[in-house]
């Protein structure tokens, strides 16, 4: 029932926003890869890698001039923006269904370290484990990417950035896991330019 309904979500992403859509693909993916790093049995891996599809499928919730502005957001847009961390996870919560560690990630996946993320301000290991590696993912994934206003970075620009705020934004012990998977993230990206 969960792949069904995780499924069933991330395809209304796609008919709402499609950048939003191939970036959550893009995380999900990322999210398995970092789900066999760590060893993690079946089911966390599932959980892992639905959150990650489903970490932003708040955003159904966010007005589309606002997901597609060709600008910067203005901070009352950015207040907005940053609501659909709780709504995704309300939405998702009412299905009843879903288990706590794939809503945690929607819930807190901009949580950071240092208490300075959202919505909530945690901060450390009050953030959940699967929250914070969806958050590095999240972040390297939107640092890579174009946007209407900017042109990506590199991987090696992105990996400096998860360096200089590793143990501040970031969970340092994740954030050195994740760059370890470098080599295999380059083949995901890859393979995925090839199928779009």
């Known amino acids: 029932m969960e792949d069904e309904l995780c499924l069933k979500r991330v395809m209304l992403l796609k008919a709402k926003d499609r950048d939003t859509y191939e970036h959550s693909l893009r995380v999900g993916e990322l999210c398995k890869l970092m789900a066999g790093r760590l060893s993690m049995d079946d089911e966390q891996t599932k959980h892992l890698f639905h959150g990650g599809l489903l970490h932003d499928i708040g955003k159904m919730f966010i007005d589309p ?3 597609q502005k060709r600008s ?13 961390a709780s709504f995704g996870a309300e939405m998702m919560s009412a299905y ?10 929607i819930r807190y996946h901009h949580e950071r370290w240092n208490g300075r993320g959202y919505p909530y301000g945690l901060s450390g290991k009050h953030i959940p484990r699967f929250a914070r590696i969806c958050g590095i993912i999240d972040s390297f994934d939107s640092m890579v990417s174009d946007r209407p206003y900017r042109k990506g970075l590199t991987f090696m620009e992105a990996k400096e950035e998860l360096v200089c705020h590793s143990g501040t934004q970031f969970d340092k012990q994740f954030v050195d896991l994740f ?6 993230i380059q ?5 995925y330019k090839i199928l779009i």
């Not at 760059?179 to 295999?184: A, C, D, H, T, V």
Request: glycine residues 2%; hydrophobic residues 45%.
């Open 65 to 67: 001039n606002i997901l």
């Open 72 to 84: 910067a957001l203005t901070k009352e847009e950015w207040t907005i923006m940053q609501r659909h």
């Open 96 to 105: 009843g269904d879903v288990d706590n560690e794939i809503l945690d990630i």
């Open 179 to 184: 760059i370890s998977l470098f080599p295999s």
């Open 187 to 191: 083949v995901i990206y890859h393979n």
